[in-house]
């Protein structure tokens, strides 16, 4: 009995094990190799600058840029988490933020034609200071973990350092081993590329920025714990056309009930004026042609990015939804003329 090309198939078998075992060796470290990665492709400039200051030396250059991005991402980032830490333990353990807002519900309840009807001021003030126990919680448990946190980023920066070496021979080995054509693979490797640029300037920088102001407005205005307020607006200034609204517009009513007059009008004027409008000003600026996505596919991937793969999920959903769109363009151009067939026919 023959067996008709058993050598293919039994090299395929062995193919198809070995990359499910390389899957599940890599698979915990996935997130960090991808946040390298993209790292990578963002300090690409600054590593070819180095590299001709040290007169082509790779790992001079590598070893510097991984230092420096240590210094950009990582400091700052501790900075603020500390700081929101403490503000969340001074939120739980304060009343003022609970008694503004019971004076201003008190003030909506006098007007007969609202018609509201609330539960009571110390069930606002429980409520706070529930929302400032979880806040604490949810900061505690991160710190809790700082140790496998502190190995992801040992992981980050490990690859980054060889991502910026050997980055380029390892996209020609992938382009190598990709069947598809090489215009398709610089399509999606110039995808990649743009959506991690367009991601960070964009989305990230533009609401660092949103919530820097925010919080500064707010602790102006004297509103409590104006650092948590900040990383709120941060946060929510992800969602299309409301964003960091959601925070500083009720804020802003709420001192005018309370007849804190011009910190309302100074706060209402401050949001209107430039948190709302720093979005449509820093955004196409920093971004550019870098995306041409949807910013409701924007929002959707970043959010749906970091409920699958936690706050790394931020750069990863966008890159991921980038790179499907791009296999659809693919898609549509390469079998176009059997779509129109199916589509007019009903057959090909």
Same mark, same amino acid.
């Given at each position: 009995?023959?067996?008709?090309?058993?050598?293919?198939?039994?090299?395929?078998?062995?193919?198809?094990?070995?990359?499910?075992?390389?899957?599940l060796?890599?698979?915990?470290?996935?997130?960090?190799?991808?946040v390298?990665?993209?790292?990578?492709?963002?300090?690409?400039?600054?590593?070819?600058?180095?590299k001709r200051?040290?007169?082509?030396?790779?790992?001079?250059?590598?070893?510097i840029?991984?230092?420096?991005?240590?210094?950009?991402?990582?400091?700052?980032?501790?900075?603020?988490?500390?700081?929101a830490?403490?503000?969340?333990?001074?939120?739980?353990?304060?009343?003022?933020?609970?008694?503004?807002?019971?004076?201003?519900?008190?003030?909506?309840?006098?007007?007969?034609?609202?018609?509201?009807?609330v539960?009571?001021?110390?069930?606002?003030?429980?409520?706070?200071?529930?929302?400032?126990?979880?806040?604490?919680g949810?900061?505690?448990?991160?710190?809790?973990s700082?140790?496998a946190?502190?190995l992801?980023?040992?992981?980050?920066?490990f690859?980054l350092?060889?991502?910026?070496i050997?980055?380029?021979?390892?996209?020609?080995?992938?382009?190598?081993?990709?069947?598809?054509?090489?215009?398709?693979?610089?399509l999606?490797?110039?995808?990649?590329?743009?959506?991690?640029? #367009? &991601? !960070?300037? @964009?989305?990230?920088?533009? +609401?660092?920025?949103?919530? /820097?102001? =925010?919080? $500064?407005?707010?602790?102006?205005?004297?509103?409590?714990?104006?650092?948590?307020?900040?990383?709120?607006?941060?946060?929510?200034?992800l969602?299309p056309?409301?964003?960091?609204?959601?925070v500083?517009?009720?804020?802003?009513?709420?001192?005018?009930?309370t007849?804190n007059?011009w910190?309302?009008?100074?706060?209402?004027?401050?949001?209107?004026?430039?948190i709302?409008?720093?979005?449509n000003?820093?955004?196409?600026k920093?971004?550019?042609?870098?995306?041409?996505?949807?910013p409701?596919?924007?929002?959707? #991937? &970043? !959010?749906g @990015?970091?409920?699958?793969? +936690?706050?790394?999920?931020? /750069?990863? =959903?966008p $890159?991921?939804?980038?790179?499907?769109?791009a296999?659809?363009?693919?898609?549509?151009?390469?079998?176009?003329?059997?779509?129109?067939?199916?589509?007019?026919?009903g057959?090909?």
């Amino acid at each position: 009995m023959a067996f008709t090309n058993l050598n293919t198939y039994f090299f395929l078998g062995l193919l198809a094990l070995a990359s499910v075992g390389m899957f599940l060796i890599f698979q915990p470290f996935l997130t960090a190799i991808l946040v390298a990665a993209i790292l990578a492709v963002l300090f690409a400039r600054p590593y070819a600058f180095l590299k001709r200051f040290f007169h082509g030396s790779e790992i001079w250059a590598s070893v510097i840029t991984c230092i420096f991005a240590i210094l950009l991402v990582i400091l700052p980032v501790s900075v603020v988490f500390s700081l929101a830490l403490n503000e969340a333990n001074n939120f739980y353990h304060s009343n003022q933020s609970a008694g503004m807002l019971e004076k201003g519900i008190v003030l909506l309840e006098s007007v007969p034609f609202l018609n509201i009807d609330v539960r009571g001021a110390q069930e606002i003030s429980g409520s706070f200071q529930e929302i400032g126990k979880g806040l604490i919680g949810f900061l505690g448990a991160a710190y809790q973990s700082v140790a496998a946190f502190v190995l992801w980023l040992f992981v980050v920066f490990f690859s980054l350092f060889y991502f910026l070496i050997d980055g380029k021979r390892a996209v020609g080995y992938l382009m190598r081993l990709s069947p598809l054509r090489d215009e398709h693979e610089r399509l999606l490797f110039q995808k990649f590329i743009s959506i991690s640029r #367009a &991601t !960070l300037k @964009g989305t990230l920088i533009v +609401g660092l920025i949103q919530g /820097l102001l =925010g919080g $500064i407005a707010f602790f102006i205005v004297g509103v409590p714990s104006p650092i948590i307020w900040g990383i709120f607006m941060a946060l929510l200034s992800l969602i299309p056309l409301v964003g960091a609204g959601i925070v500083w517009l009720p804020a802003s009513i709420i001192l005018l009930l309370t007849g804190n007059i011009w910190e309302g009008v100074f706060l209402i004027l401050f949001g209107i004026g430039v948190i709302s409008t720093i979005d449509n000003i820093l955004r196409p600026k920093l971004v550019g042609r870098d995306t041409e996505m949807h910013p409701l596919l924007v929002f959707f #991937a &970043t !959010l749906g @990015g970091i409920s699958l793969f +936690g706050i790394s999920g931020f /750069l990863i =959903g966008p $890159i991921v939804v980038s790179l499907f769109m791009a296999l659809a363009d693919i898609y549509s151009s390469e079998y176009a003329v059997e779509l129109k067939q199916c589509n007019h026919n009903g057959k090909v």
